[in-house]
């Protein structure tokens, strides 16, 4: 098992796309996130509890995904709450995803999470951290949200800085030239890589979910 993460707007989820090409098994937590706060589990209600009925789609009972996104980076309370919503309910999902790769026997998986970090999963895999200089960051987050600079700004801050990312990472992908390059340093760290044996496998598996 290996995690993939890195800043916003740097390329993580490229080279997410990149491994999978590769028949390189994602698990992707965001995609896990997304689900676990669906109507009616456990997740969404203790959000609608604690935001009311504001955080909904106007006239849908579905999340507003970017109503959430606002409060996670503008107030570390709420992005507090609505971590301690989803933290169960994710390592749930991915605990079971690990468990059917490993019986499967799946030769390597790679955690796809923009939170690694945050969320102390350095602490038993290792990890790719994808990077790109600050301007380039800012540049494509404003016209990835269509936002401005200051918002973009202030999204990019909100989050571990990217320089701590990198001190902390046991390979780097520079995201920043062209997608040649980004997929020559993918195969670099491939070489590198020697897939994580099945007892790793299954104490992951047990201290991300239970601990």
């Known amino acids: 098992v290996i995690g993939l993460t890195g800043g916003i707007s740097c390329g993580k989820s490229t080279v997410s796309r990149m491994f999978q090409e590769s028949a390189i098994e994602i ?6 996130a997304r689900k676990v706060v669906e109507p009616g589990k456990p997740a969404y209600r203790a959000i609608v509890k604690a935001f009311g009925e504001d955080v909904l789609v106007t006239g849908s009972n579905e999340i507003d995904r970017q109503k959430l996104g606002k409060l996670v980076f503008s107030s570390p309370n709420a992005r507090k709450t609505i971590n301690q919503a989803t933290h169960l309910q994710i390592a749930l999902e991915m605990a079971k995803q690990l468990l059917i790769h490993l019986i499967k026997g799946t030769p390597l998986v790679v955690l796809d999470a923009p939170l690694l970090f945050e969320s102390g999963l350095n602490r038993i895999c290792s990890v790719i951290v994808v990077f790109t200089d600050r301007e380039s960051q800012i540049r494509r987050l404003k016209l990835r949200d269509n936002i401005d600079e200051a918002e973009a700004i202030l999204k990019i801050d ?8 990198k ?6 992908i520079d995201n920043t030239g062209s997608l040649n390059k980004t997929q020559s340093q993918i195969k670099d760290v491939m070489r590198q890589i020697i897939p994580s044996n099945q007892t790793k496998a299954m104490w992951l598996i047990c201290k991300t979910a239970f601990v």
């Open 158 to 165: 909100a989050q571990m800085p990217l320089e701590k990312k």
């Open 27 to 32: 698990i992707d937590l965001d995609i896990i």
């Open 167 to 172: 001190e902390r990472a046991d390979y780097l």
